[in-house]
């Protein structure tokens, strides 16, 4: 990965991290459908302009059904579970079970495009759940009713971006990234809408919950899936789904700096070992790395 790659996946990791939390806020207010539409609404009414300036419309019209699907794989579907999932589980934990997301987009990619499955990456991924696992070993935070099925969607939402991330990299080569990402937040808007209209929150809706899904569909859907589209042709969806590895680590640091959670060591080892899990996961650290490169110095 270049340092730019690595740039994009350090930004996408705070950002996204960050979305769990605003979730937790907005989720009980709101309700999932809700919750889902404004953050694709939201996303949708802040790339637009950029594209109408920067690459104009004729590909979102050529691609309308490719882009359409996407937001339905790795926007609608995504959006409702895991929204429906912080109703019973901690930000903390559903994201540790979004994590597993780079597992199901390896095997994904491994069965669909036929792509590699080495020991480096495979040894990655593990190492990334592992680092996963030390992080929150002392927090999960369930919540006893509907904790089952809530863990199911949860689940279901991590397979449902490995799959997204897979069509992307089959079917969005050479579209600009900027008309993926608001062509997807598009299509996710209108397969949301009716769900949306149906269960539209009947009591006032807190200040609180309107200022967490406004910063959530900008920062953490709008800029975070140019930058996730972006790596996706850049690096592969192997390797940019492992983002969802640093998530969990993001959550602590912004958890610690706005609502005072102390950091403990099991925190920094479980950060310690995502971050080396995620690097040889997407090929930053490579068994072989070294040894070609010193051939290539001979």
Same mark, same amino acid.
């Given at each position: ?11 996408? =990791?705070?950002?996204? $991290? ?10 009980? @207010? ?28 004729? @590909? ?12 339905? !794989? ?10 429906? =999932? ?7 934990? *559903? ?9 199901? =987009? ?8 036929? @792509? #590699?499955?080495? $020991? ?18 002392? #927090? ?22 490995? !799959? ?9 080569? $050479? ?6 990402? *608001? ?14 209209? !149906? ?9 609180? *919950?309107?200022?967490? +899904? ?16 972006? !790596?996706?042709?850049?690096? $592969? ?9 640093? +998530?969990?680590?993001? =959550? ?6 706005? +609502? ?32 070609? *490169?010193? @051939?290539?110095?001979?």
């Amino acid at each position: 990965m270049r340092f730019s790659d690595v740039v994009d996946l350090l930004v996408l =990791a705070a950002l996204w $991290g960050a979305s769990f939390i605003f979730m937790r806020i907005a989720a009980p @207010e709101l309700g999932p459908f809700v919750l889902g539409f404004l953050r694709a609404v939201i996303a949708a009414l802040f790339l637009l302009p950029f594209l109408l300036v920067r690459a104009g419309t004729t @590909e979102l019209k050529t691609h309308w059904k490719k882009l359409a699907m996407v937001g339905i !794989l790795n926007s609608a579907i995504p959006f409702f579970l895991l929204a429906f =999932a912080t109703l019973s589980l901690s930000g903390g934990f *559903a994201s540790i079970i979004n994590a597993t997301a780079p597992l199901w =987009a390896a095997v994904i990619a491994w069965i669909w495009l036929s @792509e #590699k499955l080495d $020991g480096g990456r495979t040894a990655g991924l593990i190492i990334g759940f592992a680092g996963v696992v030390v992080l929150v070993w002392n #927090k999960q935070g369930i919540n006893l009713p509907g904790a089952l099925l809530a863990i199911l969607a949860a689940i279901s939402a991590a397979f449902f971006y490995g !799959l997204g991330a897979n069509f992307t990299k089959k079917y969005m080569q $050479g579209i600009n990234t900027l008309v993926v990402a *608001a062509g997807s937040m598009v299509g996710a808007a209108i397969v949301l809408l009716p769900g949306a209209m !149906l269960y539209w929150p009947g009591d006032p809706v807190s200040i609180k *919950a309107w200022v967490a +899904i406004s910063i959530m569909g900008i920062a953490s859907t709008g800029i975070a899936y140019v930058l996730y589209f972006r !790596l996706i042709v850049n690096v $592969g969806p192997a390797k940019a789904i492992t983002v969802t590895y640093l +998530i969990p680590a993001f =959550a602590v640091i912004w958890g610690a700096m706005f +609502i005072d959670e102390k950091l403990t060591m099991n925190m920094v080892i479980g950060c310690a070992i995502i971050l080396i899990g995620t690097a040889l996961a997407t090929g930053i650290l490579s068994p072989g790395h070294r040894s070609a *490169a010193s @051939e290539d110095d001979a």
